[in-house]
């Protein structure tokens, strides 16, 4: 009793000094609070104000060029990278330019887009065409509005995911260049191309069955603490921490001794790296020198109940999960799932209400792309806890280069025999005229 006494009085005696000084941190309080509510509502205000346009791109049927032809698309059309001063970010509420790369599978139909801010439109089309002059670009309905936007509801089935780097994101995942796709071969049917097995899953599809994948991008503004000096870095920087922290263990420093010049510090360094972490530093310091954006991965998986049964709809669930396997390193990178709109158990959410909440907010994220500059309703991670009744699930974003990004985004060759891949014939297509100069 004696010690719950002393507890509740020095409890008592701190909120008396905090109450005491609240007139030195309520003002800052207030002002950090203030500072970040208008931020929201400049940055708000300039998107609602943006112009998107859905291209959507038919691959011609003879692809020569492999995945290296979109990393130049992502680095001259995609990578608007630039300083934003206070009046842009805190008056005008700029944001970075993000574009979202979408492979469809509607009802077997496998289609690619480009979703763009319309500004950016003739730029896009243009490099699409310097790479793949037989291709066509045109513009596209927006696909995810035709389904009923209460989803899940009476008629349809709902269901989304994200996935995130499981490891740290200087860490490669499995690229093309892993596959030998940036050799050049005559030989089509030799060819391994990760994202095969991707069209052949959205081409198996049936009858009112639907699988988006999505993966919204924007160069790299992604920032980390550093340990090193206490501020904030780039993700260039955070991947040489990395490597510092990995070769810290087989690091010798070597001191002059007492009495001598320069004792105050070490004369020489030794790093014995073992072969296997002098492997994974190699791969990291290759990763850091192509161009880096930020990615958030989104799946949404929708059906139509009066053609799909809820057991049918879950054998396409589960399918889909298991999407980007194939980009897995084991002594690299890979991708898990995150904010899956599922509950480990019924115990978990016994009424249905804050699932069907989390599915129907998976949905909307989809349709508006976000990712980056989250309303405020959004931009809170509740603790795990209060989570369970009002879910929050903050999306997750991880910085790939633009290789590990064409990896996961470009037009297959002949090696991918889908039928219902559309595609056009490469002699009849040809670039339109009157293309921006």
């Known amino acids: 009793m004696i010690v719950f006494s002393i507890l509740g009085a020095l409890i008592s005696f701190l909120l008396f000094i905090v109450g005491k000084l609240a007139f030195v941190w309520a003002p800052i309080l207030l002002m950090y609070i203030g500072f970040n509510l208008w931020h929201h509502f400049v940055t708000e205000r300039f998107i609602l104000g943006m112009t998107w346009?859905?291209?959507?791109?038919?691959?011609?049927?003879?692809?020569?060029?492999g995945p290296m032809a979109m990393e130049l698309i992502f680095t001259n059309a995609l990578y608007h990278a630039s300083y934003k001063g206070l009046w842009e970010v805190w008056f005008v509420g700029a944001p970075h330019f993000w574009f979202s790369l979408e492979i469809v599978g509607i009802e077997g139909a496998v289609s690619f887009y480009i979703r763009t801010?319309?500004?950016?439109?003739?730029?896009?089309?243009?490099?699409?065409?310097?790479?793949?002059?037989?291709?066509?670009?045109?513009?596209?309905?927006?696909?995810?509005?035709?389904?009923?936007?209460?989803?899940?509801?009476?008629?349809?089935?709902?269901?989304?995911?994200?996935?995130?780097?499981?490891?740290?994101?200087?860490?490669?995942?499995?690229?093309?260049?892993?596959?030998g796709l940036d050799k050049p071969s005559d030989k089509e049917n030799l060819k391994i191309d990760p994202l095969t097995p991707t069209i052949e899953f959205l081409g198996s599809l049936k009858r009112g069955e639907?699988?988006?994948?999505?993966?919204?991008?924007?160069?790299?503004?992604?920032?980390?603490?550093?340990?090193?000096?206490?501020?904030?870095?780039?993700?260039?920087?955070?991947?040489?921490?990395?490597?510092?922290?990995?070769?810290?263990?087989?690091?010798q420093e070597f001191f002059i001794k007492p009495g001598q010049a320069g004792e105050n510090g070490p004369v020489g360094v030794q790093i014995r790296l073992p072969d296997m972490v002098a492997?994974?530093?190699k791969k990291i310091q290759e990763k850091i020198q192509k161009l880096g954006f930020d990615i958030g991965i989104r799946v949404m998986v929708v059906a139509e109940k009066k053609y799909v049964s809820f057991d049918q709809f879950?054998?396409?669930?589960?399918?889909?999960?298991?999407?980007?396997?194939?980009?897995?390193?084991?002594?690299?990178?890979?991708?898990?799932?995150?904010?899956?709109?599922?509950?480990?158990?019924?115990?978990?959410?016994?009424?249905?209400?804050?699932?069907?909440k989390v599915q129907h907010r998976m949905l909307n994220r989809y349709r508006l792309r976000m990712f980056y500059h989250l309303p405020v309703w959004y931009s809170i991670e509740y603790p795990k806890y209060v989570s369970t009744f009002f879910p929050s699930r903050k999306p997750k974003i991880g910085v790939l280069n633009v290789e590990e990004l064409?990896?996961?985004?470009?037009?297959?060759?002949?090696?991918?025999?889908?039928?219902?891949?559309?595609?056009?014939?490469?002699?009849?297509?040809?670039?339109?005229?009157?293309?921006?100069?």
């Open 314 to 356: 879950k054998n396409v669930r589960n399918a889909s999960r298991l999407l980007f396997r194939q980009y897995a390193n084991p002594d690299g990178n890979s991708f898990v799932m995150v904010n899956g709109a599922y509950f480990g158990g019924p115990y978990s959410d016994p009424t249905g209400l804050v699932l069907h």
């Open 210 to 251: 639907q699988v988006w994948i999505q993966h919204v991008i924007r160069p790299s503004k992604k920032d980390y603490h550093s340990h090193a000096t206490g501020g904030h870095i780039g993700w260039v920087e955070e991947a040489n921490e990395e490597i510092s922290r990995m070769s810290a263990p087989y690091t």
């Open 117 to 179: 801010p319309s500004r950016i439109r003739d730029l896009l089309e243009t490099q699409i065409y310097a790479q793949y002059p037989q291709a066509k670009v045109r513009e596209a309905e927006d696909y995810s509005l035709k389904v009923n936007y209460n989803a899940p509801d009476d008629d349809w089935h709902a269901w989304g995911t994200e996935f995130m780097l499981s490891e740290h994101d200087a860490k490669p995942i499995r690229t093309y260049v892993s596959y």
């Open 406 to 437: 064409a990896t996961l985004f470009h037009f297959p060759g002949q090696v991918s025999q889908a039928p219902s891949f559309k595609r056009i014939e490469s002699k009849v297509a040809k670039p339109p005229s009157n293309l921006p100069i």
């Open 279 to 281: 492997g994974r530093v």
């Open 53 to 65: 346009t859905l291209l959507e791109i038919e691959v011609p049927r003879d692809v020569e060029k």
